[in-house]
T-cell receptor, first 112, second 114 residues
Framework: DVKVTQSSRYLVKRTGEKVFLECVQDMDHENMFWYRQDPGLGLRLIYFSYDVKMKEKGDIPEGYSVSREKKERFSLILESASTNQTSMYLC???????????FGPGTRLTVT | GENVEQHPSTLSVQEGDSAVIKCTYSDSASNYFPWYKQELGKGPQLIIDIRSNVGEKKDQRIAVTLNKTAKHFSLHITETQPEDSAVYFCAANTLGGGADGLTFGKGTHLIIQP
């Protein structure tokens, strides 16, 4: 079974802090994705990566950056957290593009 | 960019009846249309997908239809059961440089009434 793990289920940070969300997949997938999920808005793509050190902007990249130094790990960085970044963050990976994406359980981030 | 509209936002059906969720997309270049099911406290999980070279696909009680001309696709669940209660998302791929992203609809909360 494909497993996508996220470093925290719940996280509380203060405005202005630098925040790192980590995601690890164990199936040697080339592609990894970060989404945020908000009530009534569905899932929105923030960034994705199709290879180590390669990244591509999604629909809402503003205020975020990403890092992929190893194939299995994809990090989402909030350089200076703001209250409007309070959300559920979901990581996913896929072997094919386009193809089935396997999601982690999510990190619920609260910025106060 | 791609825009995906999904209806209805909430759907309540009697156990054993059928449920239909509809989506439209805007980018004619999209060629991959997955459906995800999300249960409370979990990440979304793929239940069925369809590619643009096929008009219909079935997997037991679940089917998806695609009309490329009209740019819409639908999820059909027959003989609904209590475990079908969840939030369902449709999506369409958005072509990128090295890989494709997915644009999701806003979701449908499906409630199966006993």
């Amino acid at each position: 079974d494909v497993k996508v793990t996220q470093s925290s289920r719940y996280l509380v940070k203060r405005t202005g802090e630098k925040v790192f969300l980590e995601c690890v997949q164990d199936m040697d997938h080339e592609n990894m994705f970060w989404y945020r999920q908000d009530p009534g808005l569905g899932l929105r793509l923030i960034y994705f990566s199709y290879d180590v050190k390669m990244k591509e902007k999604g629909d809402i990249p503003e205020g975020y950056s990403v890092s992929r130094e190893k194939k299995e790990r994809f990090s989402l960085i909030l350089e200076s957290a703001s209250t409007n970044q309070t959300s559920m963050y979901l990581c996913a990976s896929s072997l094919d593009s386009p193809g089935e994406q396997y999601f982690g359980p999510g990190t619920r981030l609260t910025v106060t | 960019g791609e825009n995906v509209e999904q209806h209805p936002s909430t759907l309540s059906v009697q156990e054993g009846d059928s449920a239909v969720i509809k989506c439209t997309y805007s980018d004619s270049a999209s060629n991959y249309f997955p459906w995800y099911k999300q249960e409370l406290g979990k990440g979304p999980q793929l239940i069925i997908d369809i590619r643009s070279n096929v008009g219909e696909k079935k997997d037991q009680r679940i089917a998806v239809t695609l009309n490329k001309t009209a740019k819409h696709f639908s999820l059909h669940i027959t003989e609904t059961q209590p475990e079908d209660s969840a939030v369902y998302f449709c999506a369409a791929n958005t072509l990128g440089g090295g890989a494709d992203g997915l644009t999701f609809g806003k979701g449908t909360h499906l409630i199966i009434q006993p």
